[in-house]
């Protein structure tokens, strides 16, 4: 399976974005879904992960209530809905999949990667 993230941009202070994961060559359905971001100057970091059936989804604290992961088995594909952006969400945004069940925030839990999409909050 591979992963192609996509729909970042330059947005201001306040602005949403919402942010695609698409998967090919296989289905994402028996995979936890995961988002991680890397910061400037700072190692990635676990943003938020859904179940694979889409029931349960966790997040990290700093962008609880703001960020809101959903998925489409369907469609074999992964969003993430960002809201109130603030210059601290600058950074690149990553999907990643894994076949562990349960909630998981390591990057070595995931095995699949998509590149990453940037997203840049202007003050």
């Known amino acids: 399976v591979q992963l192609q993230a996509s729909g970042g941009g330059l947005v201001q202070t306040g602005d949403s974005l919402r942010l695609s994961c698409a998967a090919s060559?296989?289905?994402?359905?028996?995979?936890?879904m995961g988002w991680f971001r890397q910061r400037p100057g700072k190692e990635r970091e676990f943003v938020g992960r859904?179940?694979?059936?889409?029931?349960?989804?966790y997040y990290d604290d700093s962008v609880k209530g703001r960020f809101t992961i959903s998925r489409s088995n369907l469609k074999n594909a992964v969003y993430q809905q960002m809201n109130s952006l603030k210059p601290d969400d600058t950074a690149v945004y990553y999907c990643?999949?894994?076949?562990?069940?349960?909630?998981?925030?390591?990057?070595?839990?995931?095995?699949?990667w998509g590149q990453g999409t940037q997203v840049t909050v202007s003050s």
């Open positions: 990643a999949a894994t076949t562990i069940v349960g909630v998981r925030v390591r990057e070595s839990d995931y095995r699949l």
């Open positions: 060559g296989g289905t994402i359905s028996g995979h936890v």
């Open positions: 859904i179940a694979r059936n889409g029931a349960s989804t």
